[in-house]
């Protein structure tokens, strides 16, 4: 089975300054990571992707994040966070070779607030 | 918008009562899957429907169902609910078994 450590539950940051969110993962085959954002209220919008290819993936909104198999990591990054990148985000992982579609192991979440 | 619609938005039902939640897959969308995430958590993965046949589940009791129906829309059914039951419940869907999910802004069940 694969599982997802989310290391912090909370990171304050500044209007501006620079964030990492970070995500460990632990699985015995090939895996799938994500990053999902949830907005109060609402469900939850993918952030981002590493299927295979480049380590490194970026969103159309500034966000980063770089697949590290050697330390089973996949940290969540942004030079730049805006007021408006408040909200959880949670990192997943699947298998990446099942037949029958791949279920998403989420970790508990890590609550980014924002503050001028 | 990710095109999944989800209702009810809020209900409240009582211990051992029975509940059904009812999704709109997007259009296009054959694969439906149902996450359960409790407060302060992340989402559990509940099961999976592709084609109107359940492929995939996790660890969650038998009084966990669900249906998907040749329009691809699905219910997710919990009987004899418990306090525990309590929690936001998504739903998602995807073309096929490898497309990017897209979910639902949740239903949200509270048992007293």
């Known amino acids: 089975a694969q599982s997802v450590t989310q290391l912090d539950s909370q990171v304050p940051v500044f209007e501006e300054a620079p964030v990492e969110l970070r995500c460990n993962y632990s699985s015995s085959v090939s895996v799938y990571l994500f990053w999902y954002v949830q907005y109060p209220n609402q469900g939850l919008q993918l952030l981002l992707k590493y299927l295979s290819g480049s380590t490194l993936v970026e969103s159309i909104n500034g966000f980063e994040a770089e697949f590290n198999k050697s330390q089973t990591s996949f940290h969540l990054r942004k030079p730049s966070v805006h007021i408006s990148d408040t909200a959880e985000y949670f990192c997943?992982?699947?298998?990446?070779?099942?037949?029958?579609?791949?279920?998403?192991?989420f970790g508990k979440g890590t609550s980014l607030l924002v503050t001028p | 918008e990710t095109g999944v619609t989800q209702s009810p938005t809020h209900l409240i039902k009582t211990r051992g009562q029975q509940v059904t939640l009812r999704c709109s897959s997007q259009s296009g969308h054959n694969t439906v899957s149902w996450y359960q995430q409790a407060l302060g958590q992340g989402p559990q993965f509940i099961f999976q429907y592709y084609r109107e046949e359940e492929n995939g589940r996790g660890n969650f009791p038998p009084r966990f169902s669900g249906l998907q129906f040749p329009n691809y829309s699905s219910e997710l059914n919990v009987n004899a609910l418990e306090l525990d039951d309590s929690a936001l419940y998504l739903c998602a869907s995807r073309q096929g078994h490898t497309g990017e999910l897209f979910f639902g802004e949740g239903s949200r069940l509270t048992v007293l």
């Open positions: 997943a992982v699947s298998r990446s070779n099942s037949n029958s579609g791949y279920a998403l192991n």
